[in-house]
């Protein structure tokens, strides 16, 4: 019997209690997060639609709220229209990895960067929160808000930089993804192979080639409203200028340039 109490002892049962108690305490955690994020995710939407029908009614001209709303919810949203659509289809079943490597592949990454990711909120947030700061009531691109600045950056350096990290980041984790997730029987792998070893620079192409769409969107929208508006930039929502652009440039060069940072730090 002695020799059995010293066997059992020399186990150390406690640890084994320890450790199955953090395994079940793991998922019970990260399922936790994934309803915070996701309950975050809806209630920035609940706000956006707020703000869009405010800036509706306000200023009456459909530029103002309907692009912004349409775009943040598809994008607040794609967990869930993605999961729908894989779901539906049954892709699982019907892109099997043996017959179509390639769309088998592109399935795993938007699985890891959308449909799986509890922390997909983090990408997509500050795009809604860049819009919400337009309310007619606290509006930080016009009136008082809009002629405050420091060395020429106004508040909305602000949302510029954080939607430049966070869309930085999401190229980032996207590329890692699919470097992670491309056998080398697929048609696409060269071109991931190629775009992973050069992560930097793809990363700072598609952030100015968003950039560029952003900033043409922004100058046709402010003209079309003063011309609904006759003139009146007191009667619009859209606000541009040519060193306004430049700041914006250089605000999302910044969110690159730290994104790029900490992005390195994690490696």
């Known amino acids: 019997m002695e020799r059995v109490s010293s066997f059992m002892s020399s186990l150390n049962l406690s640890r084994f209690w320890e450790r199955g108690k953090s395994i079940k305490a793991e998922p019970a955690i990260d399922n936790r997060r994934r309803l915070i994020k996701?309950?975050?995710r809806y209630g920035l939407w609940l706000v956006l639609a707020a703000t869009a029908n405010a800036n509706r009614r306000h200023f009456g001209l459909t530029?103002?709220?309907?692009?912004?709303?349409?775009?943040?919810?598809?994008?607040?949203?794609?967990?869930?229209?993605?999961?729908?659509?894989?779901?539906?289809?049954?892709?699982?079943e019907r892109?099997?990895?043996?017959?179509?490597?390639?769309?088998?592949?592109?399935?795993l990454c938007l699985d890891?960067?959308?449909?799986?990711?509890?922390?997909?909120?983090?990408?997509?947030?500050?795009?809604?929160?860049a819009y919400i700061v337009s309310h007619p009531h606290f509006n930080i691109y016009r009136g008082s808000w809009g002629e405050k600045n420091i060395l020429g950056f106004g508040f909305d350096s602000i949302p510029h930089s954080t939607t430049a990290y966070a869309l930085s980041n999401l190229a980032y984790d996207s590329i890692e993804a699919a470097d992670s997730h491309t056998p080398a029987n697929t048609v696409i792998y060269p071109s991931v192979k190629f775009v992973a070893r050069h992560k930097i620079v793809a990363v700072g192409a598609i952030l100015a080639?968003?950039?560029?769409?952003?900033?043409?969107?922004?100058?046709?929208?402010?003209?079309a409203e003063l011309k609904a508006r006759d003139n009146?930039?007191?009667?619009?929502?859209m606000m541009w200028s040519f060193k306004d652009t430049v700041y914006d440039i250089l605000s999302n060069t910044m969110g690159w340039?730290?994104?790029?940072?900490?992005?390195?730090?994690?490696?």
Do not use: C, Q
């Open 38 to 40: 996701t309950a975050v």
């Open 63 to 92: 530029t103002t709220w309907l692009p912004h709303l349409l775009g943040n919810s598809v994008a607040l949203f794609l967990p869930e229209i993605y999961r729908l659509i894989d779901n539906g289809l049954k892709l699982n």
């Open 95 to 107: 892109l099997p990895a043996d017959r179509y490597p390639t769309m088998a592949a592109i399935r």
């Open 112 to 129: 890891d960067v959308v449909g799986d990711n509890p922390d997909y909120v983090d990408y997509v947030a500050p795009a809604a929160l």
């Open 209 to 223: 080639g968003l950039t560029l769409f952003y900033e043409t969107s922004e100058f046709l929208i402010h003209k």
């Open 232 to 237: 009146d930039i007191s009667r619009i929502n």
């Open 257 to 267: 340039a730290a994104a790029t940072y900490f992005s390195r730090r994690r490696r």
